[in-house]
């Protein structure tokens, strides 16, 4: 089956840019997501991408795609204490179904 | 105006009991879906249900059943709770174009 990689920890200081990484390994995969999960809440869908794009943008988030390797990154511009949360990144592969991460929980520091 | 909702949000309950957790969406979707997410916030998915058709992750022990009584609910019974069942439930859903909505989670406690 897939798998989907993403470091655990990510501290970055308020006003900095987050950049979080994930790689996944079925290259069937079709969509990539993000979503984020605050303390004692569900997941929320924050972006998605499809394979055959390479970048997407949408307010203070950046999507990277590199099919060739496999890797997608979450850019998130002029991050603030309310963007501490995990972030899990997902792949929509060959099996028809969601392969998540691990997450990575991001801390913001003033 | 809640998309997906899950009641219970806690479950406390001992071993061996029975219970369930109900989830509702009205977005319309086709596709619904339970997620077991341990301590470590790993998130693995137990079923996913379409149109009737069921597909089940074979690692899931067969105390775990969903019961669909009409499009808009996908409910999840658990017969003889056991301690290692202790974890957040989430259900979501999902239009054709595959991304999931998920619900806000029901916190399952067994003793």
């Known amino acids: 089956g897939e798998d989907v990689e993403q470091s655990l920890f990510l501290s970055v200081r308020e006003g900095d840019s987050s950049v979080i990484n994930c790689t996944y390994t079925d290259s069937s995969s079709t969509y990539l997501y993000w979503y984020k999960q605050e303390p004692g809440a569900g997941l929320q869908l924050l972006t998605y991408?499809?394979?055959?794009?390479d970048m997407k943008q949408d307010q203070r988030l950046t999507v990277l795609l590199n099919k060739k390797d496999k890797h997608l990154s979450l850019r998130i511009a002029d991050t603030q204490t309310g963007d501490s949360a995990i972030y899990f990144c997902a792949a929509f592969g060959s099996a028809r179904q969601l392969t998540f991460g691990s997450g990575t929980q991001l801390t913001v520091l003033p | 105006d809640t998309a997906v909702s899950q009641t219970p949000k806690y479950l406390v309950t001992q071993m061996g009991n029975d219970k369930s957790i109900k989830c509702e969406q009205n977005?319309?979707?086709?596709?619904m879906y339970w997620y077991k997410q341990d301590s470590k916030k790993f998130l693995k998915i137990m079923f996913s249900?379409?149109?009737?058709?069921?597909?089940i992750n074979e690692t899931v022990p067969n105390r775990f059943s969903p019961k669909s009584p009409d499009k808009a609910h996908l409910n999840l019974h658990i017969n003889s709770l056991e301690l290692g069942d202790s974890a957040v439930y989430f259900c979501?859903?999902?239009?054709?174009?595959?991304?999931?909505?998920f619900g806000p989670g029901t916190r399952l406690t067994v003793t």
């Open positions: 991408i499809f394979s055959n794009m």
């Open positions: 977005l319309g979707h086709d596709t």
């Open positions: 249900y379409n149109n009737k058709e069921l597909i």
């Open positions: 979501a859903s999902s239009p054709p174009s595959y991304e999931q909505y």
